[in-house]
Nanobody, 124 residues
Framework: QVQLVESGGGLVQAGDSLRLSCAASGRTFNFYNMAWFRQAPGKEREFVAAIRWSGDMAYSSNSVRGRFAISKDKARNTVYLQMNSLKPEDTAVYYC?????????????????WGQGTQVTVSS
């Protein structure tokens, strides 16, 4: 079994920074991509960033590019999302996801495992 546990969310002001962490346990050697998605109230789950578990490829959405950065520490089985210059529209529950197949990294259905989510609230 695979477990993903997110942490690092909270309430911040516009312009502040936060770093989210996602600790993975279990069969992590099966991972192909890991990613962060977010979901705001009344909206669909939205792709934020993804990273290859083996290799250096990383991707991010247009809405966060230049402000957010995804990284990984394979020794710790942890993926991070560094979020800078936060805006009120970044307010959402942020989910970590892991996929075992080489599928489209920006699609939620490409991922097999999900964390429980961590709330990020940005006040203006």
């Amino acid at each position: 079994q695979v477990q993903l546990v997110e942490s690092g969310g909270g309430l911040v002001q516009a312009g502040d920074s936060l770093r989210l962490s996602c600790a993975a346990s279990g069969r992590t050697f099966n991972f192909y991509n890991m990613a962060w998605f977010r979901q705001a109230p009344g909206k669909e789950r939205e792709f934020v960033a993804a990273i290859r578990w083996s290799g250096d490829m990383a991707y991010s959405s247009n809405s966060v590019r230049g402000r957010f950065a995804i990284s990984k520490d394979k020794a710790r089985n942890t993926v991070y999302l560094q979020m800078n210059s936060l805006k009120p529209e970044d307010t959402a529950v942020y989910y970590c996801a892991a996929g075992a197949q080489d599928e489209t990294y920006s699609r939620a259905r490409s991922y097999d495992y999900w964390g429980q989510g961590t709330q990020v609230t940005v006040s203006s």
